[in-house]
């Protein structure tokens, strides 16, 4: 979905994005306030866009801090329910073939990461027998592997940045209309 657009730092979004309900409910649920629908706008496009460079904060509710205290929302500001839909009809709407299989990556691992950060309590884990499932040598060898991991996790960033990039195009270089992607 090409609605919007990243161009000098800026969040852009196409004058026509608010004709899509979602979109235009986040717009009437400010009253008028149209500084407050661009950031909140452009707040989607940073919580929901793997290009985004906040995609790389997984844990959504820092990544939410991070995105408000960049482009100036409030500190109690928080997600209408209007701009909740808003960001899971864009979900929705920008996922590829690729797009699933990533993000099925990035939960792996973060469940490996969030292993990672207590080692003692994994260690210290047992099975119906009270045997212990882990040893150290178990998570030295993870350790060795999470070089491979990030690569693998950034090569895949990469192609699916790609592939919604591609997917925008038409042969011969031509843009796609908006609802050529049936939106």
Do not use: C
Request: charged content about 30%; glycine content about 4%.
């Amino acid at each position: 979905m090409q609605l919007f657009q990243l161009k000098n730092y800026n969040v852009i979004f196409e004058p026509i994005t608010m004709s899509i309900s979602e979109f235009k409910a986040v717009r009437d649920s400010n009253n008028g306030d149209d500084n407050l629908t661009i950031k909140e706008m452009s707040y989607l496009w940073f919580f929901t866009d793997i290009r985004s460079d906040f995609q790389n904060v997984i844990d959504e509710r820092e990544r939410t801090e991070e995105i408000k205290s960049s482009i100036g929302l409030p500190l109690k500001w928080e997600p209408s329910k209007e701009l909740l839909n808003a960001i899971d009809f864009y979900t929705e709407h920008s996922k590829t073939a690729s797009s699933g299989l990533y993000d099925a990556s990035m939960k792996a691992a973060q469940f490996i990461e969030e292993k990672l950060r207590d080692p003692a309590s994994l260690l210290s884990e047992l099975d119906k027998k009270g045997n212990y499932i882990y040893k150290i040598t178990d998570i030295t060898t993870l350790l060795k592997s999470v070089p491979q991991i990030m690569k693998n996790l950034a090569e895949a960033r990469i192609q699916v940045i790609k592939e919604i990039e591609s997917k925008s195009k038409l042969k011969g270089g031509k843009e796609k209309s908006m609802f050529e992607d049936d939106i």
